[in-house]
């Protein structure tokens, strides 16, 4: 209890650190509790608190939440500790979506690439799954994932390399940034994550049963395509979430269960809870550094957690290389 009590106890000191550091200096928590009361007109700290750093604090908790989380999810599914949410084309859907509505449109506002995002994400992850799903191998899906991304990257860069505002959009959302993060993609992200997480809980009670084998999972009465579908679908909101907050993050998914196993989490529901804090975590870290390190200089989330995920990264390939079985 207390191993599971204290990421969820670093991720709210670090939620308040997001609220208080940044580029403007002398907010303290009576700023803070400003947030509970009515706006003063004026307020120069009170606006960058509430209309700056807390939409993008919170857009870091649900798409480092999301990411954790569904990480944890296909890395179960999977039996693979190297996979990651992006393998499902989700990201390259939503990218897809987003770049087809400018290349058609032209530059549009945050707020308007929300439904094309989701539209193209979704669509990925029914192609993927209607190619994998016949297959009682979960190898098979992240195959099918593997290869819808590539033709799906294959065509967007035909279509940013044909017109310079859509490459321009393009580059802009692909580095994972949250300072654009507004009240309307906040909400919209988190109705996403609970949805996400609303199919993720039934789905880790299976997936435990699954850890055991396809063939022993079945004779012992789990359903093994609910199982999957719940699972898929799972991570599959959860990366569609994470993308619409922040634009697709490197690693988050593939580091934070790793993190969460050696605090000793081990069943899939706790693994899944650990892991959900522990990217929130790692997001939020990757972001207060990026404002502060460098002042006059903001190093963009989705560069910070790269750099992150790098190191942790190589650590992971060598325990596994010395630790093969």
């Known amino acids: 209890m207390i191993r599971a009590a204290l990421p969820i106890a670093l991720l709210a ?53 999301a990411l954790g989380m569904a990480g944890a999810l296909i890395q179960t599914l999977t039996r693979n500790p190297l996979t990651d949410p992006g393998l499902l084309g989700v990201n390259a859907g939503a990218a897809l979506g987003i770049v087809t509505t400018v290349w058609i449109a032209g530059p549009l506002a945050q707020s308007a690439l929300i439904t094309p995002a989701l539209a193209g994400a979704f669509a990925a992850l029914g192609i993927a799954w209607t190619i994998g799903a016949s297959s009682r191998s979960p190898l098979t899906l992240i195959l099918a994932g593997t290869a819808l991304t590539a033709l799906l990257s294959a065509i967007l860069r035909g279509m940013i390399l044909s017109d310079r505002a859509t490459l321009d959009v393009y580059r802009d959302w692909l580095v994972g940034v949250l300072d654009r993060a507004d009240g309307t993609t906040v909400a919209i992200g988190f109705a996403l994550a609970a949805i996400g997480t609303a199919f993720a809980i039934p789905a880790s009670r299976r997936l435990d049963t699954l850890a055991l084998g396809s063939d022993l999972a079945n004779a012992l009465g789990t359903n093994l395509v609910a199982a999957r579908f719940l699972t898929l679908s799972a991570i599959g909101i959860l990366a569609t979430a994470a993308v619409l907050v922040s634009g697709p993050l490197l690693f988050v998914g593939l580091v934070a269960p790793h993190l969460a196993r050696a605090q000793g989490l081990q069943t899939t529901p706790a693994l899944m809870v650990g892991s959900g804090a522990i990217g929130a975590i790692l997001l939020l870290i990757a972001d207060i550094a990026g404002r502060i390190i460098a002042p006059g200089l903001v190093i963009e989330a989705g560069l910070g957690v790269t750099l992150i995920g790098v190191v942790f990264l190589i650590w992971i390939v060598r325990r596994e290389g010395r630790n093969p079985a």
Do not use: K, W, Y
């Open 13 to 65: 000191l670090l939620c308040l650190a997001s609220l208080m550091l940044g580029a403007r200096s002398g907010i303290d928590l009576a700023d803070l509790a400003a947030l509970f009361a009515a706006p003063v007109p004026g307020n120069a700290e009170e606006i960058v608190v509430r209309e700056l750093r807390l939409p993008r604090t919170l857009g870091a908790v649900i798409a480092g939440g």
